[in-house]
């Protein structure tokens, strides 16, 4: 093929923390991708797997380009990860988790974080929620994240709920207000009398309990039972990773 009629390249420089991202044939530090001419980068960032919404600042010869950037030939481009922590599309932030994050939904409620979750939604679904409400999808998969009708996700980094909870937080850094949310369907509790609940807990817990708090969406009724410790462990994790 004669020199005029060679492909163009450039050349994506990509961070530690984005790598695992990528798709297992392209994952490496330094990447060649060939330039069409037409394509943005934030496409060609999509094509090795990496979701816009994990990437920072993307750097041409130390200038901050915008995704909707045209490559020019032999460029060479660095991805940073996003800023921490970072803003949401609402103060305080909103999440939708989807299918596979039900534990991490509970323990973000359990911090008065407003994070909704359904065992049974769909992608589709959960995209047109989250734009609907304005909330930022919580996912571990990165597939997910590359769809175009994605506007505000975040790639929960972590397989243990601990670990990912750690990571929601730190890169957030949502107000915390443990106590005050139902862990099981998001809304917020209120304070209950003991004598209105009196038939609806055991007579041991009627003896050593005084201070109770109802959901007015499911009804539960919670006090500081056995788990305490443990559930105090957990915000004492969210307010370090903070």
């Known amino acids: 093929m004669p020199d005029d009629e060679a492909p163009q ?18 994952r490496s530090s330094r990447v060649t991708v060939r330039d069409d001419g037409a394509s943005t980068i934030g496409h060609l960032i999509g094509s090795l797997g990496i979701p ?86 919580l996912t571990r998969d990165h597939g997910l994240l590359l769809r175009r009708t994605v506007r505000d996700g975040a790639y929960v980094r972590g397989n243990q709920p601990a670990d990912q909870l750690v990571d929601v937080v730190n890169r957030f850094a949502p107000p915390l207000a443990p106590w005050t949310r139902c862990p099981a369907c998001n809304t917020v509790v209120v304070p209950a009398a003991k004598s209105a609940i009196l038939s609806r807990i055991q007579p041991g817990t009627q003896r050593n309990y005084d201070a109770f708090a109802r959901c007015p969406g499911c009804e539960r009724v919670f006090w500081q039972g056995a788990h305490y410790d443990h559930l105090q462990r957990i915000v004492a994790q969210a307010r370090a990773a903070i």
């Open 52 to 137: 816009l919404t994990e990437v920072g600042d993307i750097m041409v010869n130390d200038t901050i380009v915008d995704p909707t950037w045209r490559p020019t030939p032999n460029s060479t481009v660095s991805l940073t990860p996003r800023h921490r922590p970072q803003a949401a599309p609402t103060d305080p932030p909103r999440f939708l988790l989807d299918v596979h994050l039900g534990t991490l939904a509970r323990r973000l409620r359990l911090l008065g974080i407003d994070a909704a979750w359904s065992n049974d939604a769909t992608d589709d679904e959960l995209i047109a929620q989250a734009s609907a409400t304005r909330r930022v999808i």
């Open 9 to 26: 390249t450039l050349t994506i420089v990509v961070a530690p923390v984005l790598q695992p991202l990528m798709f297992g044939r392209r």
